[in-house]
């Protein structure tokens, strides 16, 4: 079993649909949870990130982190087709450089 | 141009052959990370560096990948003896200090033959 477990997908929803990510864990220790975008030949974009359990917004992204059950989530409001790209979520134990990441969830948001 | 760079974009080797990957950080970064993405996994940690330091290699695969950052600026990933296995995405990171914050570089694609 990964350290980091995430669903590939593919996703496939709606122009304007909320799009829910999601990531399950299973070492505690992490404390630094994030969130990355991949557009196709293209290096992660760090999104947000939180630092220990509850929530976090910015725009039209909301992050949250329950670690009582090791699942973190990101919900995207008002989905747009630039929004279509792999979703990475990664965590890290504090000042750790070894950030674990996700296998990523490719959406696709369609016009 | 106040990114993250590397160079080559996309690399061709054939088995055996050595390779050097490039990354110019974002300037006055002091941590720089490389990692590798397979295709279709997420990335994964090889080394990282504050300044001119490694201070953890420990995901490095094999004692044929050597990283170096001499100068505390850019840095160079070499693999020697290149395998198959060795083809995927290599991603350089840098960070102003020590936190979550990591900028990515667009990655060199490693295609083994």
């Known amino acids: 079993q990964k350290e980091v477990e995430q669903d590939p997908g593919p996703l496939s929803v709606p122009e304007g649909a909320i799009v829910s990510l999601n990531c399950t864990y299973s070492?505690?220790?992490?404390?630094?949870f994030m969130w990355y975008r991949q557009y196709s030949r293209k290096g992660p974009e760090l999104l947000m990130y939180?630092?220990?359990?509850g929530n976090k917004e910015d725009g039209r992204f909301t992050a949250q982190v329950d670690k009582s059950s090791k699942y973190i989530s990101l919900f995207i409001r008002d989905s747009q087709p630039s929004d279509s790209a792999t979703y990475l979520c990664?965590?890290?134990?504090?000042?750790?450089?070894?950030?674990?990441f996700g296998a990523g969830t490719r959406l696709t948001v369609k016009p | 141009g106040a990114g993250v760079s590397q160079s080559p974009r996309y690399k061709v080797a054939k088995r055996g052959q050595d390779v050097a990957l490039r990354c110019d950080p974002i300037?006055?970064?002091?941590?720089l990370f490389w990692y590798q993405q397979a295709l279709g996994q997420g990335p994964e940690f090889l080394t990282y560096?504050?300044?001119?330091?490694?201070?953890?290699k420990s995901g490095l695969p094999s004692d044929r990948f050597f990283a170096e950052r001499p100068e505390g600026s850019v840095s160079t990933l070499k693999i020697q003896r290149t395998q198959q296995e060795d083809s995927a995405v290599y991603l350089c990171?840098?960070?102003f200090g020590g936190g979550p914050e990591q900028y990515f570089g667009p990655g060199t694609r490693l295609t083994v033959t």
């Open positions: 939180t630092y220990s359990s």
């Open positions: 560096f504050q300044n001119e330091a490694q201070l953890d």
């Open positions: 300037s006055g970064h002091v941590s």
């Open positions: 990171a840098s960070s």
């Open positions: 990664a965590m890290k134990v504090g000042a750790s450089p070894d950030m674990r």
């Open positions: 070492n505690s220790a992490f404390q630094y």
